[in-house]
């Protein structure tokens, strides 16, 4: 059963507009979570991360939120970039050095 | 330059036939882990491993066989193929565990006919 769930499967943006992904689990222990970004032919590469105890954390144009009452995160690009095209993963894991992985969204950022 | 490598890329086999999938990193880290990407499926753990000598069981070992007798490598085995593992596997590293960015290598697709 999967216990993080990205429910689409793709997103399309227009550059400069705010790209927005999300991400449900459904672990009750999940207390880390992070975003990592795919190109095609690559490895993941990683985004951002945020602990429990935080319910935001920004890197640049990157900002993640978290809202542990609705098991629920996002990760809002904003402005978003043709560069960001790509196959974006969350990622949670539970005070233990396993990790679980979301199906993943499709960005497109149309230019 | 730091980086996690795999080898081979690419691997076409048939079922039953024995391989084994290198994974080596270059940062000394600690933690290293294998996932395999499958379509509508994202990413799944299949080991991971804290330090030399321990090894753990993700959310997919069946069928799979890991070691880490030295802290750089950690090689992925496949005693018996089958289809079902035809996957695009990755190998990832981190410094000091799952809360610590992970480096991913660059795929490993493998084909069980």
């Known amino acids: 059963d999967q216990q993080v769930k990205q429910n689409s499967p793709s997103l399309s943006v227009q550059e400069g507009r705010i790209s927005i992904l999300n991400c449900d689990y459904t672990n009750s222990m999940f207390d880390y979570f992070l975003w990592y970004k795919k190109y095609p032919a690559e490895g993941p590469t990683f985004l951002i991360s945020?602990?429990?105890?935080?319910d935001k954390n920004e890197d640049g144009r990157f900002t993640v939120f978290l809202n542990k009452s609705a098991k629920h995160l996002s990760l809002h690009i904003v402005p978003s970039q043709p560069g960001d095209s790509a196959v974006y993963f969350c990622?949670?894991?539970?005070?233990?050095?396993?990790?679980?992985f979301g199906t993943g969204t499709s960005l497109t950022v149309i230019p | 330059e730091a980086q996690v490598t795999q080898n081979p890329r690419y691997l076409i086999t048939v079922t039953g036939k024995k391989l084994t999938v290198t994974c080596s990193q270059n940062m000394n880290h600690e933690y290293m882990s294998w996932y395999r990407q499958d379509p509508g499926l994202g990413l799944r753990q299949i080991y991971y491993?804290?330090?030399?000598?321990?090894?753990d069981k993700g959310d997919v070992p069946e069928g799979y066989k890991v070691s880490r007798k030295e802290k750089r490598n950690f090689p992925l085995i496949l005693e018996s193929p089958s289809p079902n593992q035809t996957s695009l596997y990755f190998c990832?590293?981190?410094?000091?565990?799952?809360?610590?960015?992970?480096?991913f290598g660059p795929g490993t697709r493998l084909t069980v006919l």
């Open positions: 990622a949670a894991s539970a005070q233990s050095n396993q990790f679980y």
């Open positions: 990832a590293s981190s410094l000091l565990g799952a809360r610590d960015t992970q480096y």
């Open positions: 491993s804290m330090n030399v000598e321990v090894t």
């Open positions: 945020i602990s429990s105890i935080k």
